[in-house]
Each structure stands twice: as structure tokens, then as C-alpha cells.
């Protein structure tokens, strides 16, 4: 079988940001959040709706634009795990079929965007695949010599320092390489165990 090319599937999970009601970092997102009214907490059907401010049907005549709508007062941000009935899964299924709030937007198109085939000419999938077989046989030789004491770590593999804060709040193994500690595995990390238990380790 000939690959012509790629399709790449994406799903965008929203910014993460400073909830500042209880100063927690929260993923901005209608999938696990969502809208629910106060006054019907406490009956058996609570009315949900998965956005804030939305576009409406109508048009405004002066600006030719869709004329934009807020939910008035009353309503409070609640996680879709906790207190929806049914959670996670149940909530995506209500979205895909339309029985939430405001009802008329397909809630899921901005989430799951459609892209094009990506294609790679024959020569260019080639020649990638020989630079990435040569590194990998790089770092085996290198990771050997190391081993057998052939070569240092610092000599076979160069510490990149820029990348220490570049992950949020930084790469876990920060205290590692900086402050000398010697962690255990079950702290701040574990022994990598076999992605496919079923090929007896043979990755």
C-alpha cells in the first residue's frame, strides 16, 4: 500500500488560564465547562448552556453582522464532571446533538477542525527517513559508550538549557539537574514500562 499523504486530526482544548474566583489555572473549553442557571440548581431538570456569549440567527441592519448575545443573570460556570448529570460523556453526546444552549451553533465545529491532506514528495519521505535512522543509531552507539564508560554524558549528549522553563512551570527534573536531589522512582518519575506489552518488549 502507497501513503499519499497525511490527514492530521486536531482537537483544540482551549487556553489555559487564571480562574480568579478561586485562583486555580483552568482549560477554557465548553467541553468540561459549561453554564448552568442558580434559581433551577434544585430541580430535576437544571437548564444548561455551553456558552457565555454566542451569535445569534438575526442580522443587525446597520453593520450587516450577526447581532451578538450574553446569558443575563443568574448563571455560574460549573464543571461538566461533577455536576452534570451523566458527565463528561453524556454532556458530548447533548452537545452533538443539539440539545444544549444556545442550540442553533454547532458546539463541536471550532473544536474538531477540518484540515487538508498533508503530501510529501517520495524524495523528501526518503530522505527523512534515513536522517532519523542515522540518529537513532547515533544515540544507540552513544547510550553504549556511555555504559561502558567509553565516553561521558556530557560529551554524548549536550544539556539544552533553554528548555528548563519553557513548560509552564517548568520541567519537573529542574531540582535534579540544579539542586542535587536524587529522587526515587514514584516521586517525579517511574520506570517506563512497555507501550505494547504484547510484543514481549520488542519496540
Avoid at 81 to 91: A, L, P, V
Wanted: charged share 25%.
Amino acid at each position: 500500500m502507497k501513503i499519499e499523504g497525511v490527514l492530521y486530526k486536531f482537537i483544540v482544548k482551549g487556553r489555559r488560564s487564571l480562574d480568579k474566583w478561586d485562583g486555580l489555572y483552568k482549560q477554557g473549553t465548553h467541553l468540561i465547562y459549561g453554564w448552568v442557571k442558580l434559581d433551577t440548581l434544585g430541580t430535576e431538570f437544571p437548564e444548561w448552556s455551553w456558552a457565555y456569549e454566542w451569535e445569534g440567527e438575526d442580522i443587525n441592519p446597520k453593520t450587516g453582522k450577526l447581532v451578538g448575545h450574553k446569558l443575563g443573570k443568574g448563571w455560574a460556570k460549573r464543571p461538566i464532571w461533577r455536576d452534570y448529570t451523566g458527565g463528561i460523556k453524556q454532556w458530548i453526546e447533548d452537545l452533538a446533538a443539539h440539545r444544549v444552549f444556545p442550540r442553533h451553533i454547532d458546539p463541536l465545529i471550532d473544536v474538531f477542525p477540518q484540515a487538508l491532506p498533508v503530501e510529501r514528495p517520495a524524495a523528501h519521505v526518503e530522505a527523512w527517513k534515513e536522517q532519523v535512522i542515522e540518529q537513532e543509531m547515533q544515540v544507540e552507539a552513544s547510550v553504549a559508550a556511555v555504559a561502558k564508560g567509553l565516553t561521558t554524558l556530557n560529551q554524548s549528549f549536550p544539556q539544552y538549557t533553554h528548555s528548563c522553563q519553557q513548560y509552564g512551570s517548568g520541567c519537573p527534573f529542574v531540582p535534579v539537574c540544579w539542586e542535587g536531589m536524587k529522587p526515587e522512582p514514584g516521586e517525579i518519575y517511574k520506570i517506563r514500562e512497555a507501550n505494547h506489552p504484547e510484543r514481549d518488549g520488542d519496540e
